[in-house]
């Protein structure tokens, strides 16, 4: 079955970078778009970014351009985010999560467990 | 830019009761791209409903999603002690930033 497995979060000092990755398995990983989401202690689900199936595109949020870089190795099964500049407003769990695009339809059909970016000096 | 508000932000139920969440959408919004998740403290968010009315693969019927354009309710017939969570609406776009709701906390009264 499908499995999102986020690492790579910890505690990390304001301005500086950290690296998160989320391993895909039990699904054909080069075909799926795929998306970060992260949520703030006490907040609710912001998206963060997308990247294509192929790598081709990207978007992301306004409140994390420039600062943040989504990437992904379907060689790997792996999706990142490389996170710089960070801030106290980026402490969050971050989660990977599955695009799917059926028909008309579009949604995210399954989500990883998340990691925690804990942002302190 | 699209905004996605959720209400009530929290819905002091029994179990057994009927819950009735909504989302407004501004502006509006095609029904196809409107989702609902469920999420639980120290879990991932579960997919409930896609295409605003389209139940998932495994989501028991007491759930249900309606609407269109701007206004889109998701409704559990009878709640069960499991589905005490926070709920989101969510709009999927495929060429700008997505959005979420705020989210509406269903908790036990």
Not at chain 1, 38 to 45: C, D, T
Not at chain 2, 25 to 30: D, G, K, R, V
Not at chain 2, 66 to 82: A, V
Request: proline content about 4%; some cysteine.
């Amino acid at each position: 079955q499908v499995h999102l497995v986020e690492s790579g979060g910890g505690v990390v000092q304001p301005g500086r970078s950290l690296r998160l990755s989320c391993a895909a398995s039990g699904f054909t990983f080069s075909s799926y778009g795929m998306h970060w989401v992260r949520q703030a202690p006490g907040k609710g689900l912001e998206w963060v970014a997308v990247i294509w199936y192929d790598g081709s595109i990207e978007y992301y949020a306004d409140s994390v351009k420039g600062r943040f870089t989504i990437s992904r190795d379907n060689s790997r099964n792996t999706l990142f985010l490389q996170l710089n500049s960070l801030s106290a407003e980026d402490m969050a769990v971050y989660y990977c999560a599955r695009g799917v695009w059926f028909g008309e339809f579009r949604y995210f059909d399954y989500w990883g467990q998340g990691t925690l970016v804990t942002v302190s000096s | 830019e699209l905004v996605l508000t959720q209400s009530p932000g929290t819905l002091s139920l029994s179990p057994g009761e009927r819950a009735t969440l909504s989302c407004r959408a501004s502006p509006s919004i095609s029904s196809s791209h409107l989702v609902w998740y469920q999420h639980k403290p120290g879990q991932a968010p579960r997919l409930l409903i896609y295409g605003a009315s389209s139940r998932a693969t495994g989501i028991p019927d007491r759930f249900s999603g309606s609407g269109s354009g701007t206004d889109f309710t998701l409704t559990i017939s009878r709640l069960e002690p499991e589905d005490f969570a926070v709920y989101y609406c969510h709009h999927y776009d495929t060429s700008r930033p997505h959005t979420f709701g705020g989210g509406t906390k269903v908790e036990i009264k």
